[in-house]
């Protein structure tokens, strides 16, 4: 299904295997059939957590379809859990669904966020965090590229609980390879997988306003 299951050794004790294969069931299946909008609204959660101000950016799914990560304007992340409005029914076409910020942090208040990436993909995270994974994100935030790994664990029973602490763990800093003062990275991209040394590192690659492609 994923290389998060792959990976594992299917006799190690103590893992939800019917939990983590009922949910990867269950993703699968959400890509099939007819579409179904929601929607959001999120303007009562950003004055209550005080980052109306920043401008909503990007977006991009974490942990399935139980989380989003929103890239901001200044800089700004921001982690959000998902839950489907015990009032809506079932049937309807368009329904609601309550967003609440769970995590936000500011990386750099001069940039806005060019790019917003996240490894492994959202199909597989959930299946990753409850084998005790982490998930990985970076952005590309004016001359720098910021990388982060989810330190948080687990809940069986909620699996995005596990994005709720994240700890920084490197900053591309591209200003001094840039030509001009003024450039800054639109582009970054991490591999979902770690290097094979042992040592944990991962690879990133970024494209710079210079349109140089980059491996780090």
Same mark, same amino acid.
């Not at 079932?90 to 609601?96: D, I, N």
């Not at 994974?133 to 990985?136: F, G, K, M, T």
């Given at each position: 299904c994923t290389r998060a299951i792959r990976d594992e050794n299917p006799k190690q004790p103590g893992l939800p295997w019917r939990r983590i294969c009922a949910r990867q069931e269950r993703l699968e299946d959400s890509w099939r059939g007819v579409p179904v909008s929601f929607r959001l609204d999120l303007q009562s959660e950003l004055r209550g957590q005080k980052i109306a101000d920043l401008e909503v950016i990007m977006v991009d799914f974490l942990a399935g379809d139980d989380a989003l990560v929103l890239g901001h304007s200044r800089g700004g992340i921001s982690i959000w859990e998902l839950k489907k409005s &015990? $009032?809506? #029914? @079932?049937?309807?076409?368009?329904?609601?669904? @309550? #967003?609440k910020v769970i995590g936000f942090f500011q990386a750099c208040r001069k940039h806005d966020v060019q790019d917003l990436t996240v490894t492994p993909s959202a199909a597989s $995270? &959930? #299946?990753a965090l409850l084998l005790g $994974?982490?998930?990985?994100m970076a952005a590309a935030i004016g001359p720098t590229a910021y990388i982060w790994e989810s330190s948080g664990r687990a809940d069986p029973s909620r699996p995005v609980s596990a994005l709720e602490s994240w700890a920084i763990r490197g900053r591309l800093c591209h200003a001094g390879l840039f030509p001009m003062s003024h450039h800054a990275v639109w582009t970054v991209r991490l591999c979902d997988m770690s290097c094979g040394d042992g040592s944990g590192a991962r690879c990133a690659a970024t494209v710079g306003e210079d349109g140089v492609l980059r491996a780090w």
């Open positions: &015990p $009032q809506v #029914a @079932e049937s309807s076409c368009s329904s609601r669904l @309550e #967003a $995270q &959930p #299946a $994974q982490s998930i990985w």
